[in-house]
């Protein structure tokens, strides 16, 4: 419990250094910290300038109903993995995507459930382990999984794989719903009975694909 503790708080610390100035080294050491509490049960403290948002009660219940220009949106969910500028938590059948610009801190609920605390491949087979060492770079291209653990991707790229995917996009207007159609640096695109929409990263607090099996 001790060394997850010293984990969320060093991650808190680097969270707090990143709103003031933008720090590679500081996002790969955020996401090493995350990746080794990965099966922690959180409360994600989210930052969103959403004077108008509108959240269902569900997603939030402790969202303060006022008009201020800034409010903190707080989710659970269990630590899946981290990225070069995000962080996924695991919810009931969905997958939540913050931004480490709008993640504020995260701490640790008092239920802990099990999880594997063996180090990475340890269990790999045979032939896994053979073409990690002599095909590494086409191996690991393959995989944006692998991707991520070695180098670290965007959230843009992560993505990716959902395209098809019903998703849920919270941001400083409201709450959208589709399916993920396309998804590229700047934009998320979504198709629903609207048709086609087309919004801009900067407006996203985060991101739930849902109805995942």
């Known amino acids: 419990m001790d060394f997850f503790q010293s984990c969320i708080e060093a991650a808190n610390d680097l969270l707090r250094s990143l709103g003031s100035r933008s720090d590679e080294e500081n996002t790969r050491q955020l996401q090493l910290h995350f990746l080794e509490m990965r099966g922690e049960i959180?409360?994600?403290?989210?930052?969103c300038e959403c004077g108008r948002l509108r959240i269902d009660a569900e997603e939030s219940p402790n969202l303060p109903k006022n008009d201020s220009a800034i409010e903190t949106i707080c989710l659970d969910g269990k630590i899946a993995t981290a990225g070069r500028d995000f962080l996924q938590i695991n919810q009931n059948g969905s997958a939540v995507f913050?931004?480490?610009k709008n993640l504020l801190s995260i701490k640790m609920k008092d239920c802990i459930e099990e999880f594997d605390?063996?180090?990475e491949f340890i269990d790999a087979d045979k032939?896994?382990?053979?073409?990690?060492?002599f095909?590494?770079?086409e191996f690991v291209s393959k995989d944006p999984n692998f991707i991520n653990l070695f180098f670290g991707i965007p959230l843009f790229f992560m993505l990716k794989q959902f395209?098809?995917?019903d998703i849920c996009i919270f941001t400083t207007e409201g709450m959208v719903k589709g399916t993920l159609s396309?998804?590229?640096m700047d934009h998320v695109?979504?198709?629903?009975?609207r048709g086609e929409m087309n919004i801009d990263f900067d407006e996203v607090c985060y991101l739930k694909v849902i109805n995942l099996k």
Not at 42 to 47: E, K, R
Not at 127 to 133: E, G, M, P, T, V
């Open 42 to 47: 959180v409360t994600a403290n989210i930052l």
């Open 98 to 100: 913050i931004l480490y």
């Open 117 to 119: 605390l063996e180090p």
């Open 127 to 133: 032939n896994l382990r053979r073409k990690l060492a």
């Open 135 to 137: 095909n590494f770079g």
């Open 163 to 165: 395209c098809g995917k």
């Open 182 to 184: 396309a998804i590229d």
């Open 189 to 193: 695109k979504l198709l629903n009975n």
